[in-house]
């Protein structure tokens, strides 16, 4: 026991005081600290009674403009189409030519062609994946044909409108949670247990290689057991990446309270994270990172050059990026039986649970359930490890398949 707290004191203290921990943690904090406080920091440089987020009147000459061409007077009311359009101002246009130009130009942001009081021509310079302009466009062109059409029926347009556009309420009672306002903390917290997988697995497997390359692995192997080394090496670095998430989350909290007002509590949802998400989050996802960091661990065992971890570690970052964007999909329908058998399995457990659980509404005893095969496959996986770590001690050359690493311990 004295050798694993040796082995993990020393990996702990290693990398707390390098150079890239201290760097990367204060570069960090410091653009969420820069970040979080900019409506404050404009706040204070404004002259305007409004912060940023105040509303303000948009004058005339502020406005996006449009060009149309009226063909044939196709709409005889263009003032009621052209103060329908709430996306900025219409200009009327004599001809294509010098509507394409404008457009070129950029002078205007697009053009509309109309051929009929139910037709027109969209023109514009570069065709967007999302484009909302038609859809305004569209709505004011509609509303225009029914004010005239009904002008002619000799019935007042405002006397209708609240027939053709009701005002239904809805309120919405939610009886678990709501997933929806709970969506973006969720996504950013499942990130950053993705991100601390992926660069600290990479370190641990790096680290163990770089041991193995320079025969430090065979002293170390001789002075204290296997099991220590690897156990006190995960475990070291495990709590460091849990210090540094900690400490990140801690700056970017109080960065946002002391500058809520500023926001307008506007990010309130993302920051009001509920307790019982909190504890889960810290429990599952120091128990995933574990896991991973354990076959990483013993995949870097397997490889006599840091050069080739990348390539030795391919297989087990496939299957970590597959269940990670299982999971990740699943957030948008968290009853699927996807992501319920996702929550059980070891290799995916610690990410999608913890969607169920923040997003939803899980019964405490599934969540044990998860926890206790999360646990008991990090201690087998470490087991594993250990043995595998030992194992690569004798093997040198051309990196070890895992399957051949696991013939050979069933042989010993």
């Excluded at 023109?123 to 029914?146: G, H, P, Q, T």
Aim: glycine fraction near 6%; include cysteine.
């Amino acid at each position: 026991m004295r050798g694993l707290y040796t082995v993990f004191r020393f990996e702990l203290t290693g990398m707390l005081k390098s150079k890239a921990f201290k760097v990367s943690t204060i570069v960090v904090c410091l653009m969420l600290i820069i970040g979080l406080s900019i409506p404050s920091i404009i706040n204070v440089f404004s002259s305007k009674e409004n912060d940023i987020f105040g509303e303000g009147t948009v004058g005339e000459e502020a406005q996006q403009a449009y060009g149309y061409i009226n063909k044939n007077n196709a709409v005889p009311n263009i003032e009621d189409l052209k103060s329908s359009f709430t996306l900025g101002r219409l200009i009327e246009f004599n001809s294509e030519e010098k509507l394409k130009e404008s457009i070129l130009s950029g002078e205007i942001e697009a053009g509309f062609i109309i051929e009929s009081p139910t037709e027109y021509k969209y023109m514009v310079k570069n065709n967007e994946m999302i484009d909302s302009k038609v859809s305004f466009f569209r709505e004011a062109l509609a509303k225009a044909y029914r004010i005239y059409e009904l002008g002619e029926m000799g019935i007042s347009y405002p006397d209708v409108e609240h027939i053709i556009y009701p005002n239904i309420q809805q309120d919405t009672v939610i009886l678990g949670k709501d997933s929806a306002r709970n969506y973006i903390y969720t996504y950013i917290l499942i990130f950053i247990i993705y991100f601390v997988i992926v660069v600290y697995g990479q370190m641990i497997a790096t680290s163990v290689a770089s041991e193995k390359s320079n025969r430090a692995m065979e002293l170390l192997i001789t002075s204290t057991d296997s099991s220590n080394l690897i156990f006190g090496k995960v475990l070291g670095t495990a709590l460091a990446g849990a210090i540094q998430v900690g400490i990140v989350l801690i700056v970017a909290m109080i960065s946002y309270r002391l500058n809520a007002g500023s926001w307008g509590n506007r990010l309130d949802f993302i920051f009001d994270i509920p307790l019982d998400v909190i504890l889960i989050f810290s429990v599952f996802g120091i128990l995933g990172y574990v896991f991973y960091a354990f076959i990483f661990g013993a995949l870097g065992a397997l490889v006599s050059r840091t050069e080739d971890v990348s390539s030795s570690a391919t297989s087990i970052t496939i299957i970590f990026v597959a269940v990670f964007l299982m999971s990740f999909y699943s957030m948008y329908n968290i009853e699927s039986i996807l992501l319920k058998v996702l929550s059980f399995v070891p290799f995916s457990s610690f990410i999608a649970m913890f969607i169920r659980v923040s997003m939803g509404t899980v019964h405490i005893v599934e969540v044990l359930v998860s926890l206790v095969i999360l646990v008991l496959s990090t201690i087998l996986v470490g087991m594993f490890a250990s043995r595998i770590y030992r194992l690569g001690t004798l093997m040198y050359g051309n990196p070890v398949k895992l399957s051949r690493a696991i013939r050979l311990m069933r042989e010993k």
